[in-house]
């Protein structure tokens, strides 16, 4: 069954980094967005990150601008979410998704529109501690 698996989540001090990684199961990343989400107990899905097929394009949520950055390596089929200064706030299960659809043009800018996204990991467990 095509699926997304997340890994590298963990219980980190505030301030401190932690480096997630997304990779495919039975389905590829080349040529399709992929973005990072987020969901904290009692609250909604909300997008992180996201990032081109090609990698030349990037979008944050402005909560994380400056603090996350999401890459891509084409050639091993991952994406990787580096989280640094972490703050309790970013305590939440983070997902990794990938666009339902290839990606077929040159864009000129990306968003992180969660409907847009067609496969889903399980979600890693971020926990940040005060």
Do not use: H
């Amino acid at each position: 069954q095509p699926q997304v698996v997340e890994s590298g989540g963990g219980l980190v001090q505030s301030g401190g980094s932690l480096r997630l990684s997304c990779a495919p199961s039975g389905i590829t990343f080349r040529d399709y967005g992929i973005g990072w989400f987020r969901q904290a107990p009692g609250k909604e899905r909300e997008a992180v990150a996201c990032i081109s097929r090609t990698g030349g394009l990037t979008n944050y949520a402005t909560s994380v601008k400056g603090r996350f950055f999401i890459s891509r390596d084409n050639a091993k089929n991952t994406v990787s979410l580096q989280m640094n200064s972490l703050k309790p706030e970013d305590t939440a299960v983070y997902y990794c998704a990938r666009k339902t659809n290839r990606e077929v043009l040159t864009l000129s800018s990306i968003t992180c529109d969660s409907r847009q996204y067609g496969y889903w990991g399980q979600g890693t467990q971020v926990t940040v501690s005060s």
